[in-house]
């Protein structure tokens, strides 16, 4: 399948690792190809230059260019999740090994990339007509790293968790 628009990300050395993680993290995930540095590349003959992966459909390429660029929270990957159990299955494989959790579901991998892992749905919370629902919802959610769907639920509807 073609595909229109394909995600790059630049990686000093780690494209082909990162790939395999990620498609280790999600289901339906495979390496699609990967190319080598020739003897007239500027770097290592032999070593990975790009690798093509998709993750749930979604395509993407890691080049190993060079550590010149960074990955910034400029730029980050939603994940939207059906479940509580999705939730905590995306956010302890992408914090664990060098992760961080952030702020409002957002996190950053082993690997510097920005990820949101975030309950389906939970956009309409915050545009809910009843404006009162709609900012205890926000209100919660900023409180919290790893969204839980119960507590930012419960905060709509103006119950107190315990």
């Not at 000093?12 to 080598?36: L, P």
């Not at 660029?69 to 730029?75: L, P, R």
């Amino acid at each position: 399948m073609e595909h229109r628009i394909i995600s790059n990300l630049w990686f000093d050395t780690e494209a082909e690792e990162a790939a395999d993680f990620y498609c280790s993290v999600f289901k339906n995930s495979r390496i699609v190809s990967v190319a080598r540095y020739t003897d007239s590349a500027p770097r290592e003959t032999g070593m990975v230059m790009v690798v093509e992966f998709e993750l749930d459909g979604h395509r993407f390429v890691g080049i190993n260019g060079g550590p010149e660029f960074k990955f910034s929270e400029a730029i980050s990957f939603q994940v939207n999740c059906e479940s509580q159990e999705e939730i905590d299955y995306y956010w302890e494989r992408l914090t664990g090994d060098g992760g961080k959790e952030g702020p409002c579901g957002w996190l950053t991998d082993k690997y510097g990339l920005s990820w949101q892992v975030t309950p389906a749905g939970m956009d309409r919370l915050f545009a809910d007509p009843d404006q009162e629902r709609a900012d205890r919802a926000m209100k919660a959610m900023l409180r919290m790293k790893k969204i839980e769907i119960a507590e930012l639920q419960a905060a709509a509807d103006g119950v107190p968790t315990s």
